[in-house]
């Protein structure tokens, strides 16, 4: 039994506004990249979601959630007093905005247990993380969070890693820089987006950011340009993938994180860099075609 884990925060997700009615759903980048994994991956593996939630009705619903499509729970965190965070979705001027409240969000809080990261990764085959699982952590706990990737790491797992640049997150470009650095440098997989890279770390191109990223220790590097080919880097060799021509846009939410699990889902299976992103174009095509960040398994083609 092989197993895929990824560490992150869910977060409600208030969508649609039409006439002051919004739709409760469920989304983050890291339990959306987890979705599409477990989506792509075979059965006989297993897919968990590491996170700490509250004790609260919406909290439980969520956790069922998650339960119900396939994702394991079994190293949930439930912390008492404390609740998910949550955003809300409100169109203006032709474009999404969003708005958060995480004050309360327990998942802030999922490195605090001594040792329940370690024990949440002992065994994974591949483990997955994020900026954003580290930009909601204090300095402390992002340590502990990088240490236990660290020994998921040397115990054998293949871990991914998605920059994932959010600087409202970040006290400051400069902590976020080094923080992201410092994670990279753990990652055998990096799957950074072009456009965050060049913004934070003054890349001029897609080659640029790989570049870096492997010259940090990755051994794999996938930049995502949107509608752009993906640039693919490993030390064997690179090359451009472009997305599958005449995909239509409906909602780009999660196109990025379907991407990410369709990807490493494809890895997993034995098909080299170039033929991995193809197939996660694929899946993102679908993706963008849909409302939402979590499309339905069944409407996704393997």
Not at 177 to 182: H, P, Y
Not at 187 to 214: C, H, K, M, N, Q
Not at 231 to 243: D, M, T
Request: aromatic share 8%; proline share 5%.
């Amino acid at each position: 039994m092989s197993r895929f884990v990824s560490v992150g925060e869910c977060m409600i997700e208030m969508s649609g506004g039409d006439a002051g009615n919004y739709r409760l759903g469920y989304a983050g980048d890291t339990l959306n990249t987890a979705w599409y994994a477990r989506a792509c991956l075979p059965a006989e593996w297993t897919v968990d979601y590491v996170t700490a939630l509250g004790d609260d009705l919406y909290s439980q619903q969520m956790v069922e959630f998650f339960a119900d499509n396939g994702i394991g729970t079994g190293h949930i965190q439930k912390l008492e007093g404390k609740r998910p965070g949550l955003y809300l979705i409100h169109q203006a001027e032709g474009d999404r905005h969003f708005t958060y409240w995480r004050g309360q969000s327990a998942a802030k809080q999922m490195a605090d247990a001594p040792g329940a990261l370690n024990d949440a990764l002992a065994g994974a085959d591949i483990a997955y993380f994020s900026g954003i699982s580290l930009a909601i952590l204090n300095a402390r706990s992002r340590g502990r969070l990088i240490r236990a990737i660290h020994l998921a790491r040397e115990s054998g797992a293949w871990v991914a890693f998605d920059p994932n640049e959010r600087p409202a997150l970040w006290t400051s470009p400069k902590v976020m820089g080094s923080t992201i650095a410092a994670a990279a440098i753990v990652a055998d997989i990096v799957l950074p987006t072009f456009p965050d890279e060049a913004a934070l770390f003054g890349d001029a191109s897609p080659e640029a950011v790989a570049e870096r990223y492997l010259s940090w220790g990755a051994e794999e590097v996938v930049v995502k340009n949107g509608a752009e080919p993906a640039y693919v880097a490993s030390r064997e060799g690179q090359g451009r993938v472009a997305p599958q021509p005449g995909a239509k846009s409906v909602d780009p939410t999660g196109a990025g994180d379907s991407f990410n699990g369709a990807y490493l889902a494809a890895r997993a299976a034995g098909r080299p860099p170039l033929e991995a992103a193809a197939a996660a174009h694929a899946i993102a095509a679908t993706v963008i075609g849909h409302r939402g960040a979590l499309v339905p398994h069944a409407l996704l083609a393997r």
